[in-house]
């Protein structure tokens, strides 16, 4: 349609010209004496018109001509960018399809273009870093080392791949130097946490772990696992004294102690440093919160001396809890050993067969024989001491 009008209009043009120029009588003189031109009007016009022409492709000419240089670089800069965004896609593309060593030379090509090159130069480390290759790694970091905007992605992208690496030490300096620009966002803090874990740092660990838990950053079976290993790691070094790990406990906040794990780590320390007073207490309020086996286990070790009032009231509480619990096998041994050390055999006795009956594991089938056996012997019956003695055999090979 749009042809169909441009041809109408150059018809009309083409007529109007041909009728004005038939009816114009006009003519021009060009005068230069000696010489004279006699031209009509008509002629002088197209002659304008294509002298105006001629003119308009000199200029043009002259124009593209003294253009061409920057015309030359600029076309060669296009070429650079889209050989370069082309060598950044391919990159990304091999990187993520797992085929790294192609994923480098990309990131090569890519490189060549300035604005590229901190991409890149993440891109090719990790290609590297996936290859095993360190040394060419921390090449592709250094190259844009003094890149003040890639400052924080270099950063990242290092901790994470060193603590990959297991280089906790280095990967601690990269997080350092991260929180000197007052970068602390929630990846910064999951990178550092793992790095903390492979140098063994456990406070710092806790710290960690309880602040990414405000953020809900961590999934709770991992925050528990991480807390576990930082109490037992705290709880049972053997530098620790009586009083250095009455220190230690006190700086582990009232929720943790409670807890079954870090309550029965607590106790087993206590009782094996003679604190058996404090390892009974510690035992007692996490049982009140949350009951426990392994803290059960740890409270009949804490067994107080004979005759004395803490034993008793250990037996009186362990048999307040089997009223509320009458088949927890564990508790019943304990209370069965507790009546053993007071020497009040018929409860040992009642409690220690209760315990065999309901005992599910080897070890409570075990011990409440050999305990059974020990109070037989205590009572001079040496037929049944012998007896459980000979089942405390049978259950230990099997």
Same mark, same amino acid.
């Given at each position: 349609?749009?042809?169909?009008?441009? !041809?109408?209009? !150059?018809?009309?043009?083409?007529?109007?010209?041909?009728?004005?120029?038939?009816?114009?009588?006009?003519?021009?003189?060009?005068?230069?004496?000696?010489?004279?031109?006699?031209?009509?009007?008509?002629?002088?016009?197209?002659?304008?018109?294509?002298?105006?022409?001629?003119?308009?492709?000199?200029?043009?000419?002259?124009?593209?001509?003294?253009?061409?240089?920057?015309?030359?670089?600029?076309?060669?800069?296009?070429?650079?960018?889209?050989?370069?965004?082309?060598?950044?896609?391919?990159?990304?593309?091999?990187?993520?399809?797992?085929?790294?060593?192609?994923?480098?030379?990309?990131?090569?090509?890519?490189?060549?273009?300035?604005?590229?090159?901190?991409?890149?130069?993440? #891109?090719?480390?990790?290609?590297?870093?996936?290859?095993?290759?360190?040394?060419?790694?921390?090449?592709?970091?250094?190259? #844009?080392?003094?890149?003040?905007?890639?400052?924080?992605?270099?950063?990242?992208?290092?901790?994470?791949?060193?603590?990959?690496?297991?280089?906790?030490?280095?990967?601690?300096?990269?997080?350092?130097?991260?929180?000197?620009?007052? =970068?602390?966002?929630?990846?910064?803090? =999951?990178?550092?946490?793992?790095?903390?874990?492979?140098?063994?740092?456990?406070?710092?660990?806790?710290?960690?772990?309880?602040?990414?838990?405000?953020?809900?950053?961590?999934?709770?079976?991992?925050?528990?696992?991480?807390?576990?290993?930082?109490?037992?790691?705290?709880?049972?070094?053997?530098?620790?004294?009586?009083?250095?790990?009455?220190?230690?406990?006190?700086?582990?906040?009232?929720?943790?102690?409670?807890?079954? /794990?870090?309550?029965?780590?607590?106790?087993?320390?206590?009782?094996?440093?003679?604190?058996?007073?404090?390892?009974?207490?510690?035992?007692?309020?996490?049982?009140?919160?949350?009951?426990?086996?392994?803290?059960?286990?740890?409270?009949?070790?804490?067994?107080?001396?004979?005759?004395?009032?803490?034993?008793?009231?250990?037996?009186?509480?362990?048999?307040?809890?089997?009223?509320?619990?009458?088949?927890?096998?564990?508790?019943?041994?304990?209370?069965?050993?507790?009546?053993?050390? =007071?020497?009040?055999?018929?409860?040992?006795?009642?409690?220690?067969?209760?315990? *065999?009956?309901?005992?599910?594991?080897?070890?409570?089938?075990?011990?409440?024989?050999?305990?059974?056996?020990? *109070?037989?012997?205590?009572?001079?019956?040496?037929?049944?001491?012998?007896?459980? /003695?000979?089942?405390?055999?049978?259950?230990? #090979?099997?």
């Amino acid at each position: 349609m749009r042809l169909f009008l441009w !041809l109408v209009a !150059l018809m009309a043009a083409a007529i109007g010209i041909a009728v004005t120029a038939r009816f114009n009588p006009g003519n021009v003189v060009l005068f230069y004496p000696p010489y004279r031109v006699d031209l009509s009007l008509n002629f002088f016009v197209l002659l304008e018109v294509l002298l105006f022409v001629l003119l308009y492709f000199l200029v043009r000419a002259f124009a593209a001509t003294t253009s061409m240089p920057q015309r030359v670089a600029e076309y060669r800069q296009r070429k650079r960018e889209r050989d370069g965004n082309k060598g950044l896609r391919d990159a990304l593309k091999a990187l993520f399809e797992g085929r790294f060593g192609q994923a480098e030379k990309a990131a090569l090509r890519a490189a060549e273009l300035p604005e590229n090159a901190g991409v890149a130069a993440l #891109i090719g480390a990790r290609a590297a870093h996936r290859m095993r290759q360190n040394a060419r790694r921390d090449q592709w970091l250094n190259r #844009i080392a003094n890149d003040n905007g890639m400052k924080t992605a270099r950063l990242m992208t290092s901790t994470e791949l060193l603590v990959d690496d297991h280089q906790a030490e280095a990967a601690l300096e990269a997080v350092r130097e991260l929180h000197e620009n007052g =970068q602390r966002h929630i990846h910064a803090l =999951q990178l550092s946490l793992k790095a903390h874990q492979q140098a063994k740092n456990w406070p710092e660990v806790l710290r960690l772990v309880r602040l990414l838990d405000k953020h809900k950053a961590l999934h709770p079976a991992l925050s528990a696992r991480l807390r576990e290993l930082a109490y037992d790691d705290l709880l049972a070094s053997s530098m620790h004294d009586a009083e250095s790990i009455q220190r230690v406990w006190a700086t582990i906040p009232t929720a943790d102690r409670v807890k079954p /794990y870090v309550a029965c780590r607590a106790a087993t320390a206590l009782n094996e440093r003679g604190l058996h007073d404090e390892a009974r207490l510690v035992c007692e309020e996490a049982l009140a919160a949350n009951w426990d086996d392994r803290v059960v286990r740890a409270y009949r070790d804490a067994a107080a001396p004979v005759g004395s009032a803490a034993l008793l009231a250990q037996i009186e509480h362990c048999e307040a809890w089997l009223r509320d619990r009458p088949t927890d096998a564990e508790l019943a041994l304990t209370l069965g050993s507790l009546c053993l050390k =007071q020497k009040l055999w018929g409860k040992a006795q009642r409690y220690l067969e209760q315990a *065999l009956s309901d005992a599910t594991e080897p070890r409570m089938v075990r011990e409440s024989h050999l305990k059974l056996a020990q *109070l037989h012997e205590a009572l001079s019956q040496p037929e049944e001491a012998a007896n459980h /003695y000979r089942q405390c055999a049978l259950a230990t #090979i099997l």
